[in-house]
């Protein structure tokens, strides 16, 4: 994303990308940050008093969680139809813990592959957007695990090379977001198709998803890949202009980024919260994400 990824693209012909629900509001290119995100107008929680004990001290007296989204990857993450506000799946979520845990929440656009580092450096209390849960990054950060998503592969719908897995990358142009396990899982392939004498994986790195997207509709790429709920989401806005093939692979969990021994507790206690209040299902709903809902947070639970 992830992690699990995303985004909307800008151009004409795909103009729908930029829409931030499939039915309801538009979204312009990334670029605000700080914004306060608009909580889900279905779900009412409130204030978790056990969870809320659980916050520590240092961040109960800022009375704000600062959360960190790359909002290029609708309908997880995006720009909303302001030009600033950060909307989506993620955002959502994000200030329905926030209200249960007694806080604010401002939710800050930050490029993908920044978001760790500033969460390690102290600058975000949170990262929400689309992060595979991933034993690497446990390395950094603590996760709280609240959803699960897999990786699928989408091309341009007039024509394109036949691709029904990883196996099948050997020798084409993948358009990939920075930093993510997609990049990952490409130049994996890459060297296991060397190894079997066959051509090289191009493997093509980009800040954001708006970027691999603009490189595969140009023809630069021949093949994206992003998680499974964002690549679908991409191709049924993009009106017919991509398809999506092959298999989706790799399903793991997302989770929510944090400092090492800091909020996981208060975390995890407002997410099993918000799944038995009925708000979580709500959520997922409303941007049509259900498919990847879980029973239970977990901390730390990475399967590879």
Not at 35 to 56: D, K
Not at 116 to 133: N, R, V
Not at 145 to 171: I, K, M
Request: aromatic letters at 6%; a neutral charge.
């Amino acid at each position: 994303m992830p992690a699990i990824l995303r985004r909307p693209i800008l151009t004409t012909g795909l103009m729908a990308l930029t829409l931030g629900a499939a039915a309801a509001c538009g979204s312009s290119s990334s670029g605000g940050s700080g914004a306060t995100v608009t909580p889900a107008a279905s779900s009412t929680p409130s204030v978790n008093s056990a969870a809320a004990a659980l916050v520590p001290a240092s961040v109960k007296s800022k009375g704000t969680l600062v959360v960190a989204a790359d909002a290029t990857y609708a309908p997880n993450e995006f720009i909303g139809s302001d030009g600033k506000t950060v909307e989506g799946m993620d955002a959502d979520l994000a200030k329905a813990i926030g209200t249960a845990l007694g806080l604010k929440v401002t939710v800050t656009n930050e490029t993908f592959d920044g978001i760790i580092p500033g969460i390690a450096a102290g600058k975000y209390d949170l990262g929400m957007s689309s992060f595979t849960d991933t034993k690497l990054r446990e390395k950094t950060v603590d996760f709280v695990d609240y959803f699960q998503a897999g990786t699928s592969f989408f091309e341009n719908a007039q024509g394109g090379p036949t691709v029904t897995g990883l196996s099948s990358l050997c020798g084409l142009k993948v358009a990939v977001e920075k930093g993510t396990t997609q990049q990952d899982g490409a130049t994996a392939q890459g060297k296991k198709c060397k190894t079997a004498g066959k051509p090289n994986v191009t493997v093509d790195t980009f800040p954001d998803q708006n970027g691999a997207n603009l490189a595969l509709q140009s023809g630069h790429d021949q093949v994206g890949m992003a998680d499974s709920p964002v690549a679908a989401y991409q191709v049924k806005q993009s009106s017919g202009k991509f398809k999506l093939v092959g298999t989706a692979y790799g399903v793991a969990p997302y989770g929510i980024a944090m400092p090492k021994g800091g909020m996981t507790q208060a975390v995890q206690a407002a997410i099993t919260g918000l799944i038995a209040d009925g708000t979580y299902n709500q959520i997922l709903t409303k941007w049509g994400v259900q498919s990847g809902a879980i029973t239970a947070p977990t901390i730390n639970g990475a399967t590879s």
